[in-house]
């Protein structure tokens, strides 16, 4: 909370609202289609209404995690675990307060758009040596990168979206692993447990990207005997993911 409101010692930082405002002034801007009453209907759309609609009903059968829709299929039931179900979970709620459909679900594309922001600036702030004027350029760029922009109306890809959230975090992670403060090991292990809750083709990707900078750097790599951050970021990505 303390990061998201930018405040300094209690006092509003003005370098960081200004940070902020601009952030959130690129959301709003690949966000306008939202504020009409309807919705693009994209390719996937109805996958993802149906997820949420489905996982409310889960929970309120006594179901938690949600792995079943129970009412799916004409009523007998179907397996929900092929949607991004950790991330869904604000929509559900709001949807199990009342909220309508839609509106939990351009909520969650709000959310979803700020927080790539964020975790966009903050680990290009990493990788440009705390440097704020190109982490903050970064950020608007991705933030309104027209591939992300045709996810999102094109095609409704909520898991790929959310996947595209955590790759900058992978990035940073990458550095402080192979070649920055090794102590900040937990930047990757977050960005690849998040990952892999959100978007299989985009973890598979990312592993091989990993794999290929491993290879770049495996000199310094095994010099500086890395080797145990590599295993904790393993041990935590395989626990937070048994489930």
């Avoid at 959310?162 to 403060?181: S, T, V």
């Avoid at 095994?222 to 993911?241: D, I, P, Q």
């Amino acid at each position: 909370l303390y990061y998201l409101l930018f405040l300094n010692r209690g006092r509003i930082d003005r370098k960081h609202l200004l940070t902020a405002l601009v952030l959130a002034t690129a959301a709003c801007f690949v966000s306008m289609p939202m504020f009409r009453s309807e919705l693009f209907k994209g390719s996937d759309l109805t996958s993802y209404l149906f997820g949420i609609e489905g996982m409310k009903d889960a929970l309120k059968s006594g179901q938690f995690p949600a792995y079943v829709f129970p009412y799916g299929m004409n009523g007998y039931g179907r397996a929900g675990g092929l949607l991004p179900s950790l991330f869904l979970y604000p929509a559900v709620f709001l949807r199990m307060a009342g909220v309508s459909l839609l509106t939990s679900y351009k909520s969650l594309l709000i959310a979803v758009k700020l927080g790539t922001g964020i975790i966009a600036y903050f680990s290009a702030k990493r990788l440009f040596g705390q440097k704020e004027k190109p982490a903050l350029l970064f950020a608007v760029l991705y933030l309104t990168a027209f591939y992300r922009v045709s996810v999102l109306w094109n095609r409704s890809d909520l898991g790929e979206l959310l996947a595209m959230m955590f790759l900058p975090l992978i990035a940073a992670g990458l550095y402080e692993l192979l070649a920055g403060d090794r102590k900040k090991w937990w930047y990757l292990a977050v960005g690849y447990g998040c990952l892999l809750q959100c978007h299989i083709p985009s973890f598979v990707i990312a592993v091989l990207f990993s794999l290929f900078m491993g290879i770049w750097y495996v000199d310094r790599f095994f010099r500086e005997k890395r080797w145990m951050e590599l295993l904790k970021v393993s041990g935590s990505v395989l626990a937070f993911s048994a489930w």
